[in-house]
Structure formats: structure tokens, C-alpha cells
């Protein structure tokens, strides 16, 4: 498999790369340059952004896309300007205004909205968003003049700051749970105003303990040299970091590596990254009250990054 006339041909990549997602690109396309950049066989990302929204995009080479899910379920972070007085067809900048009202709000009434905003509650997905209905994303439908039913899924707003307020514009700092739509946020904080609003601009701090200030942009990795490129990209296990470990000896690793259960005393029960000799990561797994080893997410016991002692977690990013 080649990527594309004089290229080299893609190479196995395992790891995660932090990257700065610029406006204007969408989160595939940012991908796919990222991807030829290291000429990877296998990439993905976590945590689709609008290409009106910038900021940081994990982008998951390899093995590593096993893990992705440890991100998509992380809280989010992110910095939001917040457009008041017009309401708009998809919720941001991007879409027509339909509906212009004056601004009447005092600083008092947008801190009583925010607040009231904050802690659990439900939110329903807008029809501008990649969720699939019936095969189709829900913006083909929405382009198509239609709306089909959604439900809305709970969701909790930890945190949610304002960090100036000037004329029709707020700016807000938000951390969220997975699943929350900062468009939809805007727009009922606009609905609470009685003024409507809409996104004027996104840009994602973090997802978990991983922050944009760690991330590199597509200008920064195209003007690297190969060995400085590599250089920016982090161990696979970045991404299980958070989870207790257990080394297991040669002969329990091999069975682990194979899929089959194996002794596992003196950890507590849970999810576990799982350590073969010479500090040799070798997948994620679920001990039990019993004093059991469940296999779960496993590398291929023929990749490279199962044979290569992996270094050691970095407690910040």
C-alpha cells in the first residue's frame, strides 16, 4: 500500500499526537494531513471539532486507537465567545441569522443564567452535528431542510466562567462532560437572556489532563525535521495514564497476551494497565474481587510496541 505517486509506502505509527486544530479545517482533513506527515498506516481522532471551533485534537496512530475511548469519555474544556442578541440556523457564526433581538441583559442577569446552568442537566443534540440517524449524520438531514426527533442525553457543565462581558459579546470558559454541545449551551443562554445568541467562536483548552499548550499546529509539524516530528509524539499508554498497573511474570503475560484469564493478587478490582517483564505494556484488563485478570483491550502480540519497553507516563501534558 502506497501514499500516493513518489511517496513512501504508509509505515506501522503507534502513539498520540497532540494537535492545535486551525478555523476553517475541518477535524478529518486536519487528520489526514497528520497522517501523510508521519505516513501512518492507521490513524483516527477523538473529539470531532466544527471547523468553525479550533484547539486541541488528539490524533491516534495505531495501536493506540484502541484507546480512544478513554478520551471520548474525558471531560472537555474550552474557551467560547457567545454572540448575544441574534439567533442563527445551526447555532454559530456559520449559519444565517433568523432572529434579531435587543440586548437588555445586566451583568447580575447573566450571572443568575449562569449559574442556573451549571451541575447536571439534559441537552438535546442540534441537527448541525455528526450523530447518525439511520446511517445518515444528522447534518445531511438538516441541509436537506430537515428534522427528524432526538432525545436529549444528560450531560453536566462542572464549570462554566465568565470572563468579560462587553456589549453583545461574552466570553466563557466551560468544562464539561462528553456529549455537550457549547453551540446548544450558547444558545440557551441566549433563550434564558430572552435575547437569543449564538457561537461566535470555540476554541477546545483540554480533554482530561491533556491541554492544547502541549499541542502543535499542521504550519509547526510540516516545518520539522523527520527525527523532531517523531519527537512529538507520545506512548500509546498516555492514554490509560489515569489506571492502576500491574507487571505481570513471564508465563501469566504470555497467557494475558493471549487472551486468557490469569492470576492477578494484591491489586484492587477494576481496570488495570497491565505490564509484562521489562516494563513491556501489553493492554488494559479488569481484575476481579477473586483475585482474577480479565484480558481486555490487548496490542497485537506481534507489534512492535508490545516488544518495546514503553517510558514512563508523564503525570502532565
Known sequence: MTGGRGRMPWRPVDGMLLLDKAAGVTSNAALQTVRRLYGAAKAGHTGTLDPLATGLLPVLFGEATKFGGELLDADK???????????????????????????????????????????????????????????????????????????????????????????????????????????????????????????????????????????????????????????????????????PSVTLGADAARRFAQGAPTACVGVEPGRIRVYGPGSVFLGLGTADSDGRLQPGRLLRSDDAAARTTIAPVPKTL
Request: with cysteine.
Open 77 to 243: 474544556t474550552y474557551a467560547a465567545e457567545i454572540a448575544l442578541g441574534a439567533s442563527t440556523t445551526t447555532g454559530d457564526a456559520e449559519g444565517e441569522v433568523v432572529e434579531r433581538r435587543p440586548v437588555t441583559s445586566t451583568r447580575a442577569d447573566i450571572d443568575r443564567v449562569l449559574t442556573g446552568l451549571r451541575g447536571d442537566g439534559a441537552q438535546v443534540p442540534p441537527m448541525y452535528s455528526a450523530l447518525k440517524r439511520d446511517g445518515r449524520p444528522l447534518y445531511e438531514y438538516a441541509r436537506a431542510g430537515k428534522s427528524v426527533e432526538r432525545v436529549a442525553r444528560p450531560i453536566t457543565i462542572h464549570e462554566l466562567t465568565l470572563d468579560a462581558a462587553e456589549g453583545d459579546r461574552l466570553a466563557v470558559t466551560v468544562r464539561c462532560s462528553k456529549g455537550t454541545y457549547i453551540r446548544v449551551l450558547a444558545e440557551d443562554i441566549g433563550r434564558a437572556l430572552g435575547c437569543g445568541a449564538h457561537l461566535a467562536r470555540l476554541r477546545r483548552l483540554a480533554i482530561g489532563r491533556f491541554s492544547v499548550a502541549a499541542a502543535a499546529t499542521l504550519e509547526a509539524l510540516a516545518g520539522l525535521e523527520a527525527a523532531a516530528r517523531e519527537a512529538r509524539l507520545l506512548p500509546l499508554e498516555v492514554l490509560v495514564g489515569h489506571l
